[in-house]
């Protein structure tokens, strides 16, 4: 089946637009100021950011679908934060890997920015390549590298990636957490997880996490004129810093055991945004 967004002719931006316009009636909610994509380990600090003003399935707005992984949640959601701001929760992601396209990768971004949203927050689960971070780290997104070889960019326009994960937010997290470190976020194109090899390749590169999600999702933020906010929840050492094999479970585990911690950082870090 071909995804909606890829259907010839459709336009991705006025996609987003009627995505956002449904958004905004089913939520009663006009204008969202705040997005945030919440991704493996992140979901419950939903439950802390404010009060939910409604929640809605994914599946009931254009061009979403229900996560194709466990440990994401599926709806989308309105929040009002103790400040009056509107938060919109995205607690369904679609990667890359799905390979419905990048079109639809970045959709949720997209929508996002036509709710009103200036600023973005993505986070995810993620591996690290540096050992300290072993115990369901939190960490700074600082800057990536995108490895899946494509952009959410199309034609020639050529967007600005300088301070993409903004230098002004991290400090800002850091007020909250002074212990917070920052790494650089490789994305792979998964779904399959690193060879030890590709895990060194990406250090020498300059990496510090690896994923399969945020660095598309950052750019067409940074296109839609947002400034965003990257997070990663290290819930497993990469493969090869590691010296057990990686599971799925084992990441869902690391998630849950981390799941206050993060939660209580991040409404507080939102709560400054
Ligand atoms: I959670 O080790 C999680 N997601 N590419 N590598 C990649 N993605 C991940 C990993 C990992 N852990």
Same mark, same amino acid.
């Given at each position: ?38 991704? !493996?380990?992140? !979901? ?6 404010? +009060? ?15 996560? /194709?992984?466990?440990?994401? #949640?599926?709806?989308?959601? &309105?929040?009002?934060?103790? !400040? ?5 929760? #995205? ?5 890359f890997y ?9 959709h949720s971004?997209?929508t996002a ?15 690290? #390549? ?41 400090? *800002?997290?850091? +007020?909250?957490?002074?212990? =917070? ?20 390749? /990406? ?12 660095? *598309? ?9 947002? +400034? ?31 799941? /206050?911690?993060? &939660?209580? =950082? ?8």
């Amino acid at each position: 089946m071909v995804h909606p967004l890829n259907v010839e002719g459709v336009d991705p931006f006025e996609f987003a637009q009627r995505a956002a316009d449904q958004i905004a009636q089913k939520t009663s909610v006009e204008h969202h100021d705040i997005a945030l994509t919440l991704g !493996s380990g992140w !979901s419950k600090a939903a439950d802390l950011i404010g +009060e939910t003003v409604a929640e809605i399935p994914a599946n009931d707005i254009a061009g979403f679908h229900k996560p /194709a992984v466990a440990g994401h #949640i599926g709806t989308i959601r &309105s929040i009002k934060l103790p !400040s009056g701001k509107h938060a919109l929760i #995205i607690g369904a992601r679609t990667h890359f890997y799905e390979n419905h396209g990048v079109r639809a990768v970045v959709h949720s971004v997209r929508t996002a920015a036509k709710t009103g949203a200036k600023t973005m927050v993505l986070t995810n689960g993620a591996g690290g #390549i540096r050992p300290e971070w072993d115990g369901g780290a939190a960490v700074l997104i600082s800057d990536h590298i995108n490895l899946t070889a494509s952009s959410p960019l199309e034609g020639a326009n050529f967007v600005d990636l300088t301070d993409l994960y903004s230098s002004r937010l991290r400090g *800002l997290a850091k +007020e909250v957490d002074a212990s =917070l470190d920052e790494g650089v976020y490789v994305q792979f194109r998964g779904p399959h997880y690193e060879t030890p090899a590709e895990v060194q390749m /990406a250090k020498k590169m300059g990496g510090d996490i690896v994923g399969m999600s945020t660095a *598309l999702e950052a750019i067409a933020a940074r296109e839609s004129g947002m +400034e965003v906010l990257g997070m990663s929840l290290i819930t497993n050492l990469a493969a090869g810093v590691q010296k057990t094999p990686l599971s799925h479970e084992e990441v869902i585990a690391a998630g849950k055991a981390a799941e /206050a911690k993060i &939660s209580k =950082l991040l409404a507080e870090i939102v709560s400054k945004l």
